[in-house]
């Protein structure tokens, strides 16, 4: 890699329930020296589902960083070990109530790479089936069904901003025209 950085030494700042923050001295490509401040994440998944009727069920859930609700395709972070597809089912049935007969992978996205090493996989669901949702304690939200295209045009209007439910929304409709 030309712009290679090398780590030099590493220092834990945070270890937290679900990242750890650090910093790192490195070697950059040109031999001087900087500071790296960056956090470590387990990464998730997210899955866009959608019905025999083309609607797709999304989440509103407040964001307490952005101090809004945000409107979203289902998701979660992965537990240690848990393969990504899993993430995603588990995230598909607690959080809406459905499983799926038919799962693929959409994209796979960095959401910030100058600071954080997450890893978020976007998937499509079809050919779903009620069960119950059955949500993890402290967690709140509202499902809305809506047709896609009634999704897509929300995203359009910017009133969707998660980047992971514009990847899906966007990249489902790319691939349905293409």
């Known amino acids: 890699m030309e712009f290679e950085e090398k780590t030099l ?9 679900i990242m750890k923050v650090y910093c790192d001295d490195v070697s950059l490509s040109d031999g001087s020296r900087s500071k790296r401040e960056y956090i470590r994440h387990s990464g998730g998944a997210g899955i866009l589902a959608i019905d025999d009727e083309g609607c797709t069920y999304l989440v509103s859930q407040f964001r307490y960083p952005y101090r809004d609700e945000l409107l979203e395709i289902p998701a979660g972070k992965r537990e240690e070990g848990e393969e990504p597809i899993e993430t995603a089912r588990r995230e598909l049935e607690e959080e809406i109530g459905f499983v799926a007969d038919d799962i693929s992978l959409l994209a796979i996205v960095y ?3 100058a600071y954080t090493d997450e890893k978020l996989y976007v998937y499509l669901a079809t050919g779903l089936h009620r069960t119950h949702a059955h949500l993890d304690q402290g967690e709140f939200l ?22 992971k439910t514009l990847v899906a929304l966007y990249k489902t409709a790319y691939k349905a025209n293409a």
Not at 9 to 17: E, H, K, M
Request: hydrophobic share 35%; net charge positive.
């Open 9 to 17: 030494a590493s220092r834990l700042i945070y270890d937290g329930r």
């Open 111 to 113: 959401p910030t790479p």
């Open 142 to 163: 509202r499902v809305k069904r809506m047709p896609l295209g009634d999704a897509i045009a929300l995203a359009d209007q910017g009133k969707i901003t998660d980047s």
